[in-house]
């Protein structure tokens, strides 16, 4: 529940602190004495629009501060462990600064947060029922969101969500593939045809550099034929070669070593020498010999590079990055083969969401239908308290299956009420009465209140233009509520306000250079003059204060 509220700078308050208890509080005052200002100060902190305005005149900001006990509210708690935002004491404290410029920042807990957060964290902590509901109630959106909400659909909901979403997202794509279809055959044959070709080609890795080896030796073989032969003949086969020249040198240093030690380490070289030439005119040997003078190989090499060439023209792309490009077309049929593309297929799996979808759709139905009847019974039993003897209240849900698929499911859901005995039911936009349709919203409202579960429930003067016994019968209904929850009631009616556990009177403060508003809570007898002042106005006699107390008592 809400304990405590800090406000500074906002509208026309300066400075408030108020604490707030547990049970039916009532906020009453004169008119125009700012006792709205306070639920509207609770609706910013949980993530209403703010604007300038709202920053009191000559002020640079307006600082809002809420303290929500949330031992008992499970749901919150979990948002805010999620969010990395939980607090040790099990207290949720909200912050919500708003420049003179409209700018705006705010805080769960001290972490920064967006106005996103607080309405999703303040839609689990409080509900708001303001005095222009039945404006709301009007339209067919809101009437489908109280239902829902009455019979607590929202698990139902998220089912039919999800699979309203699967069966779109599979009918947008066999719409799209359809339209393709065509486009898509002569995709998937052009594919073939070039994986085919690219196939048949069979190119290998570094083939093309090999080619080109090849092609140069097998282009040059006569050349490098004749330059190895007369490298093996200078080396080894001549007469003097290298090597007998080397011999006898060697032969003739070797002798003069015997001499003169120092000539061993060029003998050394010269051996060394000699063996290398040795091994050099071998390996020229034997290359001359290896090579083949091969036209019918050379025109096939040829042919074998002019055909790599020629495809790697017609893709655009380097010789050595054919194997490549075929990957690509392969991979790319795999996926226009699969699936995603196999349009009988795909309609299969449609027709299948599509039936998930009907059954979520009527899983949901099936519970509006009956929350419908408990709360029609309930809205036509409080009409009957509320002064409308005789009155009716149906809500009809017909399940339209030809109708397109909606995310909210396939309901169409109307709010219809005979005011009278007698009178057939009619559509509650149809209602001409605004005082009937003020009572009926209010019937709704605390009657859709009784399944809320939220800790906190704020009524904004929803008593508009009812009285008497009526007005009693509504502070018993907000009292009961508040027997198990917080309620906050702004009222101008003292059968309301006597009804309430804590009674706080807001007031209008005003100065020489400004007004600004005031709040106190009121002791018993404070609560005396207060709904006196409510009973009979500006001059309260001693009747007025008789009946007050009476109505206290």
């Known amino acids: 529940m809400l304990t405590h509220i800090h406000i500074r700078d906002f509208a026309i308050i300066e400075t408030l602190d108020l604490e707030l208890h547990a049970g039916m509080t009532a906020l009453t005052g004169e008119t125009g004495a700012g006792k709205s200002i306070l639920l509207d100060a609770i609706g910013l902190v949980l993530g209403d629009k703010a604007d300038s305005n709202t920053v009191r005149h000559g ?10 006990d949330i031992t008992q509210t499970p749901f ?6 999620t ?25 769960i807990n001290g972490s920064p947060a967006n106005l996103t957060q607080l309405r999703e964290l303040g839609e689990q902590l409080v509900d708001i029922h303001g005095q222009h509901e039945h404006q709301s109630l009007m339209k067919k959106d809101a009437q489908r969101h109280l239902l829902d909400g009455f019979a607590g659909n929202d698990n139902l909901l998220e ?44 190119l290998q890795a570094d083939e093309p550099e090999q080619l080109d080896e090849e092609l140069n030796r097998l282009a040059n073989a006569e050349q490098l034929r004749a330059t190895a032969e007369q490298g093996y003949a200078q080396l080894y086969d001549n007469e003097p070669s290298l090597y007998a020249i080397l011999g006898r040198l060697m032969h003739d240093l070797a002798q003069q ?18 063996i290398q030439v040795q091994e050099a005119s071998v390996q020229l040997r034997d290359y001359a010999e290896s090579l083949d003078i091969d036209p019918a190989r050379l025109q096939a090499v040829e042919n074998r590079i002019a055909d790599i060439r020629s495809f790697a023209r017609k893709y655009r792309t380097d010789p050595r990055l054919l194997p490549e490009k075929l990957l690509s077309i392969q991979t790319e049929l795999v996926q226009l083969g699969g699936d995603d593309y ?12 599509a039936d998930h979808y009907r059954k979520q759709a009527s899983n949901l139905s099936k519970a509006r239908i009956k929350a419908a009847q408990q709360l029609s019974a309930g809205v036509t ?20 299956t030809q109708t397109a698929f909606q995310a909210s499911g396939m309901d169409s859901i109307e709010f219809t009420v005979s005011a009278n005995p007698g009178q057939p039911l009619k559509s509650l936009m149809k209602v001409a009465s605004g005082g009937e349709l003020s009572r009926i919203s209010l019937a709704i409202q605390m009657i859709a209140a009784q399944k809320v579960t939220l800790p906190a429930l704020i009524f904004d003067e929803v008593d508009t233009g009812i009285g008497g016994g009526i007005a009693e019968v509504v502070g018993k209904q907000l009292r009961a509520l508040g027997t198990n929850r917080q309620v906050l009631c702004v009222t101008h009616l003292p059968q309301v306000a006597s009804q309430a556990h804590q009674h706080y009177k807001v ?44 109505m206290l008592g």
């Open 83 to 107: 969010q990395g935002m939980e607090h040790e004491d099990d207290t949720c404290i909200l912050r919500r600064v708003i420049t003179a410029q409209g700018k705006s920042r705010a805080w």
């Open 257 to 274: 070593a015997q001499l003169d030690n120092r000539l061993e380490p060029p003998l050394e070289l010269l051996t060394s020498a000699q």
């Open 507 to 550: 007031t209008k403060i005003k100065g020489k250079q400004h007004t600004s508003t005031g709040i106190e809570q009121l002791s018993h007898a404070l609560r005396i003059e207060e709904i006196a002042r409510m009973i009979g106005g500006v001059e309260i006699t001693p009747a007025t204060r008789a009946l007050a107390e009476e």
């Open 76 to 81: 919150a708690r979990d948002w805010l462990e």
């Open 381 to 400: 039993k409080a009409m009957q308290q509320l002064g409308m003897q005789g009155g009716q209240f149906t809500i009809t849900v017909n399940s339209e």
């Open 342 to 353: 196999d349009l009988e297929t795909l309609e299969k799996q449609c027709q299948a969401a």
């Open 59 to 68: 002020a640079d900001k307006a600082d809002l501060t809420l303290s929500v």
């Open 159 to 202: 089912h039919t969500r999800n699979a309203w979403q699967a069966w779109k997202k599979l009918h947008e794509r066999v719409t799209v593939l359809s339209q393709q279809n065509q486009q898509h055959q002569e995709r998937v044959e052009l594919l073939r045809f070039q994986a085919h070709e690219l196939e048949a080609l069979a």
